[in-house]
């Protein structure tokens, strides 16, 4: 939770970037998606690591890149089987990872919780990442602060719906429902 705020991303305009760029340079609508949408799974996995200077531009080089490994592998199939077998490179971009929908929703989530704890009051802050994060008991973290366990409790409460309403107002959904 202390990782540092990046400045918030527009990854869907990220990705139609990337397709305008793939498709000008001649690549088939197919592949474009899907190249696309792997640079932006590592994209975004690279956000979460690096400060990134100039984010199009990597997205350029990773999705270039992509490309030539993609038209290796055709080659090295079309040299070993003769011909191109239909699906082959289909079956290369299945991932059992979480979609980019689901890891876009998640890190959009982890923002908001992010944010909304800094913008909590010190003492619930601290009570509720003691109590959930750090799974300390609730007399445990009175006897610390030097206020009751009820009122712990209380804390908890008020900063569960503090995130839950920040969760609401930005319009997450983590049941995945919406």
Same mark, same amino acid.
Request: aromatic letters at 4%; proline letters at 4%.
């Given at each position: 939770? @202390?990782?540092?705020?990046?400045?918030?991303?527009?990854?869907?305009?990220?990705?139609?970037?990337?397709? *305008? $760029?793939?498709?000008?340079?001649?690549?088939?609508?197919?592949?474009?998606?899907?190249?696309?949408?792997?640079?932006?799974?590592?994209?975004?996995?690279?956000?979460?690591?690096?400060?990134?200077?100039?984010?199009?531009?990597?997205?350029?080089?990773?999705?270039?890149?992509?490309?030539?490994?993609?038209?290796?592998?055709?080659?090295?199939?079309? $040299?070993?089987?003769?011909? *191109?077998?239909?699906?082959?490179?289909?079956?290369?971009?299945?991932?059992?990872?979480?979609?980019?929908?689901?890891?876009?929703?998640?890190?959009?989530?982890?923002?908001?919780?992010?944010?909304?704890?800094?913008?909590?009051?010190?003492?619930?802050?601290?009570?509720?990442?003691?109590?959930?994060?750090?799974?300390?008991?609730?007399?445990?973290?009175?006897? @610390?602060?030097?206020?009751?366990?009820?009122?712990?409790?209380?804390?908890?409460?008020?900063?569960?719906?503090?995130?839950?309403?920040?969760?609401?107002?930005?319009?997450? @959904?983590?049941?995945?429902?919406?």
């Amino acid at each position: 939770m @202390d990782r540092p705020a990046s400045p918030p991303q527009d990854w869907n305009a990220v990705g139609a970037a990337l397709v *305008r $760029y793939l498709r000008a340079r001649g690549t088939r609508p197919d592949v474009a998606d899907d190249v696309a949408q792997e640079t932006l799974a590592r994209l975004i996995a690279l956000s979460q690591t690096q400060q990134i200077g100039s984010l199009f531009a990597l997205g350029f080089r990773i999705a270039d890149n992509l490309i030539v490994d993609l038209q290796r592998r055709e080659m090295r199939q079309d $040299y070993c089987h003769g011909s *191109r077998q239909s699906g082959e490179a289909d079956e290369e971009w299945e991932s059992d990872d979480p979609s980019l929908d689901r890891v876009l929703d998640s890190r959009r989530a982890l923002d908001v919780l992010s944010l909304c704890l800094r913008r909590m009051p010190p003492l619930r802050r601290e009570v509720l990442i003691r109590r959930r994060l750090n799974h300390e008991s609730c007399r445990a973290i009175g006897d @610390d602060l030097s206020i009751s366990a009820k009122a712990v409790e209380k804390h908890i409460t008020r900063g569960l719906l503090d995130l839950r309403r920040a969760l609401e107002r930005a319009g997450v @959904d983590l049941a995945g429902h919406g």
